[in-house]
């Protein structure tokens, strides 16, 4: 399976793709057939779903079909279904993205002011039950727990808010330690204020 990170642009090597709400082949379809060559913004992944390791992308083609995120389908290499560009997205809210089975830890990220937040899934491989929790360390200061969920047999998407995150006091050089018997994808990003509108 092709190895990315957030902020990859990727394109589609196959025509056909769909993207779905969820990981997995029974997830509501959120756009029609994505075309040969169509760019993609990685967002985080993968994340073993159906025999298939399945990436959050964002749109990054002007081209139609629009839409704004869904998982997609990576395929495995040598004939994987999406093919780096050898480019990152220039403005990227996604700081960092990493996915494992087991225990990891990763870092550092660079967390700067403003606010934040941690979105994950996680599945557990044998489809009975599994254990995640994250927590943070600024530098080499002491792990603050983040995030602790029990998995069952299905699979199950979370966010670490914004309240929550800014609470952890972590910023700076952070390090993120996973402990899980889960298959699992988390991505730290920069929460965007949206643009402000001018009423009528």
Do not use: K
Not at 122 to 144: H, K, M, N, Q, Y
Not at 169 to 195: H, K, M, N, Y
């Amino acid at each position: 399976m092709p190895d990315f990170r957030a902020g990859d642009l990727v394109t589609t090597a196959i025509d056909g793709l769909r993207v779905r709400q969820r990981p997995g082949l029974t997830g509501n379809v959120v756009t029609g057939l994505l075309p040969l060559g169509a760019e993609l913004q990685v967002v985080m992944g993968s994340i073993p779903t159906d025999e298939l390791g399945w990436y959050l992308v964002a749109d990054a083609d002007p081209v139609d079909p629009e839409f704004g995120e869904g998982w997609i389908a990576a395929g495995f290499e040598p004939d994987a279904w999406l093919t780096p560009t050898g480019e990152t997205a220039g403005e990227t809210p996604f700081l960092a993205s990493f996915a494992f089975t087991g225990d990891a830890d990763n870092g550092p990220v660079e967390i700067g002011p403003g606010d934040h937040a941690i979105r994950w899934v996680a599945v557990d491989p044998e489809g009975t039950s599994c254990r995640f929790a994250v927590s943070l360390a600024e530098g080499s200061g002491d792990p603050v727990p983040a995030i602790r969920a029990t998995i069952g047999n299905d699979l199950v998407p979370g966010t670490l808010q914004p309240g929550a995150f800014d609470a952890l006091g972590v910023r700076g050089q952070a390090f993120v330690r996973v402990v899980s018997d889960c298959a699992w994808t988390l991505v730290i990003e920069r929460v965007v204020e949206p643009e402000p509108t001018e009423s009528p």
